[in-house]
């Protein structure tokens, strides 16, 4: 560069080498890709190596060999997850190997223009031309597009699968808990005088106590309500809660029918995103009532 008439300024050997070594020398973009791996003949069983990243002109393989600069390679490019009787599956070429580093070896394509023609690369002509290798990287990232397309769509309905597994799961928990709570109180209930030790005799509020803490590892537990009842002949007594109808026993003068009634409304873990109430439909299964009822003779 001139500085003034007659002067020169040149510049620095150093910059100029640091200019030469960092500057980008790749004629295309390389993309990172994770549906291709690459098999090439070493003497040993072929394995499929993945390639680091890949352009129109050249790819970075991920390998333990170490080839010196400018061995030309012939390699098959496959596409992962694509089936073997898929024409399209894979493509024979031909590259020469430009750098090594220690995770790789950096490759650039040796294609003719037109597959066929006569030029200083016939020794290479099995592989593919320049023209149907760019169809095929178009035709990989077609189909990376479509699955990504595929997978948004698929994504709400496998996040709707995960809550009603959730919500299914809590509903079938809450209906064995309640079924098994009603039961307890149902065989403690009916001990009356029997009953030896804590928690003590019988009574409706015990009973009822028992229950609830049975039931206290469920959630919306206050939606629990537990009836306990008593019928002996025509005459039925109210132990805890609220004693309606209560079942018939087929022989009224000889025993004490007890009933335990519990019920308890199951409320979903999990929120859906949409629900239409008026027409019955949910995106997941609703607040459901559970109602499990213990039936028995009483010892007296």
Not at 58 to 68: A, D, F, K, N
Not at 121 to 141: E, M, N, P, T, W
Not at 198 to 223: E, W, Y
């Amino acid at each position: 560069m001139m500085d003034a008439p007659g002067t020169y300024h040149m510049k620095p050997v150093t910059s100029w080498f640091e200019w030469f070594l960092g500057r980008e020398r790749r004629k295309a973009e390389r993309r990172k890709t994770a549906r291709l791996v690459a098999h090439y003949w070493d003497g040993a069983a072929p394995l499929g190596h993945a390639i680091r990243d890949i352009s129109s002109t050249g790819l970075y393989l991920s390998t333990e060999q170490r080839w010196y600069p400018g061995t030309l390679i012939t390699m098959s490019l496959q596409q992962v997850g694509i089936s073997d009787s898929d024409p399209d599956h894979s493509i024979r070429v031909n590259a020469k190997v430009v750098r090594s580093d220690a995770d790789g070896v950096g490759l650039t394509f040796v294609m003719t223009e037109k597959h066929g023609h006569a030029s200083t690369q016939d020794a290479f002509v099995d592989g593919a031309d320049r023209k149907s290798f760019r169809k095929f990287l178009d035709r990989i990232r077609s189909n990376a597009g479509q699955s990504l397309v595929e997978y948004i769509l698929m994504l709400p309905f496998l996040i709707l699968l995960i809550i009603n597994l959730v919500n299914f799961s809590g509903f079938f928990y809450a209906w064995i808990t309640v079924a098994n709570a009603a039961r307890a109180g149902a065989d403690y209930a009916v001990l009356g005088g029997a009953s030896v030790g804590a928690p003590g005799r019988p009574t409706g509020i015990r009973v009822a106590a028992l229950i609830s803490q049975d039931v206290f590892s469920l959630p919306n537990k206050a939606t629990l309500v537990v009836n306990v009842c008593q019928k002996y002949q025509a005459t039925v007594t109210t132990l805890s809660g609220t004693c309606v109808v209560t079942l018939a026993d087929p022989e009224p003068s000889s025993f004490v029918l007890l009933t335990v009634d519990v019920t308890y409304t199951y409320q979903p873990l999990l929120p859906a995103g949409f629900k239409f109430p008026n027409l019955n439909i949910y995106a997941t299964i609703p607040p459901t009532t559970i109602h499990r009822k213990a039936v028995m003779r009483v010892i007296q």
